[in-house]
T-cell receptor, first 115, second 112 residues
Framework: DAGVTQSPTHLIKTRGQQVTLRCSPK?????VSWYQQALGQGPQFIFQ???????QRGNFPDRFSGHQFPNYSSELNVNALLLGDSALYLC??????????????FGPGTRLTVL | GESVGLHLPTLSVQEGDNSIINCAYS??????FIWYKQESGKGPQFIID?????DKRQGQRVTVLLNKTVKHLSLQIAATQPGDSAVYFC???????????FGAGTTVTVRA
């Protein structure tokens, strides 16, 4: 049973460029959340996708956008990259069980470096 | 504002001893708590979770304790092994919320 997978593993971009990161959820999961983890800090919530719609968003600018596909996989897009966007981007998948919280399982992350 | 934090940024423990990692949270509306372990260069790995209607939950070599009165969460690791060396994060989720809020983490180093 494959866990959460992310691609690419590493990425180097320059300021002003755009980037797309990809995530495939764990088998049986239908919800995908994205987090940004700066060096030495805990992950910060970007947004969550369920039924192909963004249903909650953290404190991130509109430069951060996403998409969820019918097969539950997801993309994170970041436009007009800034040096401060350099971080580990984590995808977490879970199974929607209504009001009861279900465990979020994380992928290995994509390390983005902005020069 | 709401935050989840850990009492100590680092913890050094002798192999074979028990470890206790502490976490304080400020959101009294939190109803779900979870511990993750993150090794260098990897994503967070689920360890154990607990809901607010419980005080204690045990897993394999790990126990999570929840004290809602003082808004404190702890993770106990029995017979700590070298493979337990990692950064440990507690996270919480509020009622009606979907996001997890993380603290800064505690780095655990196991001495041989």
């Amino acid at each position: 049973d494959a866990g959460v997978t992310q691609s690419p593993t590493h990425l180097i971009k320059t300021r002003g460029q755009q980037v797309t990161l990809r995530c495939s959820p764990k088998s049986g999961h239908d919800t995908v959340s994205w987090y940004q983890q700066a060096l030495g800090q805990g992950p910060q919530f970007i947004f969550q996708y369920y039924e192909e719609e963004e249903r909650q968003r953290g404190n991130f600018p509109d430069r951060f956008s996403g998409h969820q596909f019918p097969n539950y996989s997801s993309e994170l897009n970041v436009n007009a990259l800034l040096l401060g966007d350099s971080a580990l981007y984590l995808c977490a998948s879970s199974r929607d069980v209504g009001v009861v919280a279900d465990t979020q399982y994380f992928g290995p992350g994509t390390r983005l470096t902005v020069l | 504002g709401e935050s989840v934090g850990l009492h100590l940024p680092t913890l050094s423990v002798q192999e074979g001893d028990n470890s206790i990692i502490n976490c304080a949270y400020s959101n009294s509306a939190s109803d779900y708590f979870i511990w993750y372990k993150q090794e260098s260069g990897k994503g967070p790995q689920f360890i154990i979770d607990i809901r607010s209607n419980m005080d204690k939950r045990q897993g394999q070599r790990v126990t999570v304790l929840l004290n809602k009165t003082v808004k404190h969460l702890s993770l106990q690791i029995a017979a700590t092994q070298p493979g337990d060396s990692a950064v440990y994060f507690c996270a919480e989720r509020g009622i009606g919320d979907y996001k997890l809020s993380f603290g800064a983490g505690t780095t655990v180093t196991v001495r041989a």
